[in-house]
């Protein structure tokens, strides 16, 4: 089954980049994205990733990709406080279901 | 933007009790979703449903829950006798079809509380 792992906490401080990792076991996975959840919204798509790529920029935004070493990491650079959220890994193998990470809280501090 | 729209967003109901939670997803979207996060604990899968069928469920989705799409606009999932452990933010996602590439739009949820 798919499993995916992140680490649970991130503080960063305001104008420093951020590195938040995820791993995931299903070699399948056709599509990885990064949701941002702010505090009392929802799931907001940030990006994501398909699985022949192993970068994509999207202004602040680097995604990484090692298929070999099924590694996936966002970059957010300039880390401003509006960054401030939890930060979901996803994958997806084209089963019509997302399996989400436990979530990255990331804080930014002054 | 179009956006997935759930109601209420906090319910708060006593065990035993049928709870229905509603989302209206993006009008030109054919495939729907319910996932479930418990506090602290990760985003999961509950079910899909295309077609005015269900296409997949996981094996938290037994028999007291149920979804519906009562008329054009509504997706609705039931819970017909909560429990303790049902408490969750509950959110619902739309998609146009079913490949990971159209993405998915996720609700802003909303907040199960079983007392």
């Known amino acids: 089954g798919e499993d995916v792992e992140q680490s649970l906490f991130l503080s960063v401080r305001e104008g420093d980049s951020s590195v938040i990792n995820c791993t995931y076991t299903d070699s399948s996975s056709t599509y990885l994205y990064w949701y941002k959840q702010e505090p009392g919204a929802g799931l907001q798509l940030l990006t994501y990733?398909?699985?022949?790529?192993d970068m994509k920029q999207d202004q602040r935004l680097t995604v990484l990709l090692n298929k070999k070493d099924k590694h996936l990491s966002l970059r957010i650079a300039d880390t401003q406080t509006g960054d401030s959220a939890i930060y979901f890994c996803?994958?997806?193998?084209?089963?019509?279901?997302?399996?989400f990470g436990a979530g990255t809280t990331v804080t930014v501090r002054a | 933007e179009p956006e997935v729209t759930q109601t209420p967003s906090h319910q708060v109901t006593q065990m035993g009790q049928e709870v229905i939670l509603r989302c209206v997803p993006i009008s030109n979207h054919l495939y729907f979703y319910w996932y479930r996060q418990i506090l602290g604990q990760k985003v999961e899968f509950l079910v899909s449903f295309y077609n005015n069928e269900i296409s997949e469920k996981s094996e938290i989705f037994d028999d007291q829950f149920s979804v519906e799409r009562p008329d054009g606009s509504n997706f609705t999932l039931k819970i017909r006798s909560t429990k303790l452990e049902d408490s969750a933010m509950y959110f619902c996602a739309s998609s146009p079809q079913g490949e990971a590439n159209y993405g998915y739009t996720f609700g802003s949820g909303t907040r199960l509380t079983v007392v």
């Open positions: 996803a994958e997806d193998n084209n089963d019509y279901k997302l399996s």
């Open positions: 990733i398909f699985s022949n790529m």
